[in-house]
């Protein structure tokens, strides 16, 4: 019986190995990537001011750490300012959470190829939606999640099975480090971790 008929995710698409094996940096957007891109809005506890929440998919969490494990630089970019964002980040490690309230993730990514000796080429961006088609023009490895624009998913040379927010994060990084070869040594480390092997 296959995963999929007993309700499992299945294997991610696959990825052509020469784009996955040029990938140095994994840049994602947050809010349609690695939520569903709704959000919650409550009055504050102490003085009303709006506090905003959002669902993130635990299982993104770890494709993401896995990535990391495996050497690559991981960052989140927003269109949109949020203390939501950048505590999942902080819980994950991932050190380069930028937020631009206009959207402006072109100079963004250009500011970390900068700083980190990279070039456009290097890298690969998950995206869903019209602010990050100005990126996904530039980047070497653009993709797609399974409900992205049509915009989106035109440019993407890789496009998911999940949508937003429902493992989509999870997918595209197993699929970059199945492609590399490298997954199911990264399954088998992070089992002898929690055994108590490593």
Not at 4 to 13: A, I, Q, V
Not at 92 to 108: F, I, N, S, W, Y
Request: charged fraction near 25%; glycine fraction near 14%; include cysteine.
């Amino acid at each position: 019986m296959s995963a999929g008929s007993k309700g499992g995710r299945g294997l991610p698409p696959a990825l052509d190995p020469t784009w996955a094996a040029a990938v140095r940096l994994v840049v994602f957007d947050v809010d349609g990537v690695l939520t569903d891109g709704g959000i919650y809005v409550r009055p504050g506890p102490d003085d009303g001011e709006p506090v905003e929440l959002k669902r993130f998919d635990i299982v993104d969490g770890l494709g993401i750490k896995m990535l990391m494990t495996a050497g690559l630089e991981v960052a989140f970019v927003s269109g949109r300012v949020s203390g939501a964002t950048a505590q999942r980040a902080k819980e994950l490690g991932v050190r380069e959470c930028h937020q631009d309230p206009g959207a402006r993730k072109v100079p963004v990514i250009a500011g970390l190829l900068e700083r980190m000796g990279l070039t456009w080429a290097d890298v690969a961006l998950l995206g869903d939606d019209l602010p990050d088609l100005p990126a996904l023009r530039r980047v070497g490895l653009p993709a797609a999640v399974r409900d992205a624009v049509p915009e989106v998913v035109e440019v993407a040379r890789w496009v998911g099975t999940r949508p937003g927010g429902r493992g989509a994060a999870r997918e595209f990084a197993e699929a970059i480090l199945r492609a590399r070869g490298v997954w199911p040594d990264l399954v088998d480390q992070y089992c002898r971790e929690r055994n108590g092997d490593a």
